[in-house]
């Protein structure tokens, strides 16, 4: 019996493709979303963003607004990076050569080209300086301190500080689906063990059938390595993501753990039920299960929002019965909502997907004899 | 009796795969299953190993019924299938320990039939390969030792031997009859005929679904007329000293064709004797000559009209 399980897991464990395709390519992606997403989401806040005020009477007349203008753009903690222009024409030419993100032509005008951080930025901070203006002018009046001023705009500044937080956690949800996936990619390690299970599909399914052992038995073993293997495999790309590409789960990791071990559950079944019921070549149960996960994952919105939205308001059975979606649904709410109902509905919902899956297979399995080899 | 096997009938939608098929194999004996591609030789080993579904029939192993969930049965066979039945991940050692161990639990006495059956097909030096780098031949050895290490009281052979170069067939051949001589009763099916002679005690000639004939091989080659067959290469004859060949007693068919003669005879002494001294008498130049027994090409040839290469 332990010869068994030891050579099961070699077996599988030494499998290349399963390994590369569970394991590596998903590192592999992960880092690739890592070196994309990281810059896109979190560079913009660090740097100070280059800005044209043009020199007018407007701008000559009111030193609260050079006072306020001078603060943000001093020091090693700069919003700003400030261009001052004879002409609003010289401003312009700035920013049509993309020399600034946008032109100050007073208080109330702020022009901009582009609708990107920077540019957003800009616009907040006019907003909140026109809003904030009466207080920041009683401040500078009253003699305020420097310390006192610098309080008042770092309330400014804080959609900027926002922002981060907000860039994290968008970054860790990019990550979601990346576990969601390769929690259904546990349907190959299940399409594996029934490849060595059944007479019809390998030599070495035939050996095992001829010997004298019960199949439910056989089934379990594999299904139990199966899940070991694969759902180490979720937790080192999690330790990876975690401690090499500084995702953050937040205090809610038990959670993503629990519904990935439940999603790599319908995985493997998933993969065993296919490989049951699809066809005798392994390839081609491959590629079905493949074209399966792809079309589940385009239904819960991995390519686009919209679909899910349209899925859930005009056919919902679909959506309650596709594993993808109960993955990534729940993984959500662990964002959104850090759990609660609808992620023990999501994780309940799997276990049956998983229970349904496994037992389908093997009442298949099962069968006395197969009509041809 | 080892394996009964009564009135086997299969069928593949419209295909006759096995057509009302019996069998029996005694203890000790070597049963050879003989015939083309798409005999039925695999489909009824199948059928007896209970992996296949059947259409109508009877089968019994050890006199009991065979059947899916027979384990105490599937317990006394060994099975070395067509196709080289090994796991890639595993060395040739734990692949033969692995099979072994879903017959054998105790790990001590299973070490210890391991290690019997890596001396039986001399892989002892080949253990922690894996089966990626054996050649063909170490191969289809390594396949064997995964069938027989459980030390099964029949083993059922399915073409053992194909893609097999001459050198690892002989050490295969020689290695079934030494299993037979330690008292495993053996299936043997192949469509090598040489193969079947050399080993097997009985032969069942199968073609299309169908059992043509069956006995040993003298039994086999007595059901035909040829008994023996002239051959006589490089010589020019014409069609009058082709008739006067015609008049030896016993002969019963001369083809002429490209430089060769061939001469069929039912029986008889002297046949070779008589028919140089025809070729003398008639001044006919000739060169090589040899006599041939029948085969059980010829066996298979005179029965169903084609060879039993095809």
């Known amino acids: 019996m332990r010869y068994s399980w030891m050579y099961r897991f070699k077996c599988l464990l030494l499998d290349k493709t399963l390994i590369f395709w569970s394991l590596c390519f998903p590192l592999m992606l992960a880092t690739f979303f890592s070196l994309a997403l990281k810059p896109a989401l979190t560079d913009h806040t660090f740097k100070a963003i280059h800005v044209a005020v043009v020199n007018n009477t407007d701008y000559q007349n009111d030193t609260a607004f050079q006072a306020v203008l001078k603060q943000v753009s001093t020091g090693e903690d700069a919003i700003l990076n400030i261009t001052l222009t004879g002409s609003k024409s010289e401003a312009e030419k700035l920013l049509k050569d993309d020399k600034v993100d946008g032109v100050i032509v007073n208080k109330k005008k702020l022009l901009v080209e582009g609708s990107g951080m920077n540019e957003s930025v800009l616009k907040t901070f006019m907003d909140s ?20 001023i610098e309080k008042a705009l770092m309330q400014d500044t804080s959609f900027i500080q926002k922002s981060e937080e907000e860039s994290a956690q968008l970054f860790a949800v990019s990550f979601y689906t ?22 019809d599909q390998s030599p070495q399914g035939t050996r095992v059938s001829v010997a004298p052992t019960h199949h439910l038995r056989s089934m379990m073993v594999d299904i139990l390595i199966d899940i070991i293997i694969h759902f180490t495999i979720i937790m080192i790309l999690i330790a990876y993501t975690s401690f090499v590409l500084g995702v953050s789960y937040g205090d809610k990791l038990w959670m993503i753990l629990l519904i990935s071990f439940a999603g790599s559950g319908a995985g493997i079944s998933l993969g065993m039920f296919t490989s049951c019921y699809a066809t005798k070549n392994y390839g081609v149960n491959n590629m079905i299960l493949t074209a399966f996960t792809l079309l589940c994952s385009f239904l819960s919105g991995m390519m686009s929002v919209n679909v899910k939205y349209f899925v859930e308001t005009t056919i919902p059975w679909l959506a309650k019965i596709n594993p993808v979606n109960m993955i990534t649904d729940a993984l959500y709410s662990v964002y959104y909502y850090g759990g609660g109902p609808r992620f023990w509905n999501d994780f309940i919902s799997l276990l049956i997907f998983t229970a349904i899956c496994f037992l389908c297979a093997y009442f298949r399995l099962r069968r006395k004899k197969y009509a041809s080899l | 009796m080892i394996v009964h096997v009564d009135n086997l009938v299969k069928r593949y939608g419209d295909l006759l795969a096995l057509d009302h098929l019996n069998m029996d194999v005694e203890k000790g004996e070597i049963l050879g299953l003989l015939g083309p591609n ?18 109508k029939g009877n089968i019994s192993l050890f006199d009991q019924p065979m059947a899916p969930d027979a384990y105490d049965l599937k317990r006394r066979i060994g099975v070395v299938l067509q196709n080289v039945a090994v796991f890639e991940e595993l060395t040739v050692y734990e692949n033969i320990d692995y099979f072994c161990s879903l017959y054998v639990k105790e790990s001590a006495k299973r070490k210890q039939l391991v290690e019997e059956a890596l001396r039986f097909v001399e892989l002892q030096e080949f253990s922690k390969y894996r089966p990626s780098k054996l050649s063909g031949g170490l191969l289809r050895r390594l396949n064997i030792a995964c069938g027989i290490a459980h030390k099964p009281d029949l083993l059922i052979m399915d073409e053992p031997t194909v893609a097999v170069d001459p050198q690892s067939r002989n050490a295969i051949l020689e290695g079934i009859k030494k299993l037979n001589a330690l008292g495993t009763t053996i299936i043997y099916t192949s469509h090598y005929m040489e193969e079947v002679e050399q080993i097997c005690t009985r032969i069942i000639v199968l073609d299309k679904g169908k059992q043509i004939a069956k006995g040993t091989k003298e039994q086999l080659k007595n059901m035909i007329a040829l008994k023996e067959k002239i051959t006589v290469e490089q010589i020019h004859i014409t069609a009058p000293q082709i008739a006067q060949l015609k008049q030896l007693e016993n002969l019963y068919e001369c083809n002429y064709q490209g430089e060769t003669l061939e001469a069929k005879f039912t029986g008889g002494n002297h046949n ?10 008639e001044a006919v130049a000739f060169g090589k000559v040899y006599s041939e027994k029948p085969t059980l090409n ?3 040839l005179e029965i169903t009209g084609k060879e039993l290469r095809d």
């Open chain 1, 178 to 199: 990346i576990i969601g996936m390769v929690s259904l990619m546990g349907g190959y390690w299940g399409q594996r063990s029934i490849y060595d299970l059944r007479a």
């Open chain 2, 38 to 55: 798409g005999s039925g030789k695999t489909t009824a080993i199948n059928c007896i190993l209970a992996l296949l579904q059947y259409d």
């Open chain 2, 298 to 300: 010829d066996v298979f």
């Open chain 2, 272 to 281: 070779l004797l008589h028919l140089m001294e025809t070729l003398q008498r």
């Open chain 1, 129 to 148: 300086y026109i809003q904030k203006e009466a207080m920041i002018m009683d401040l500078i009046k009253q003699g305020a301190s420097q310390e006192a």
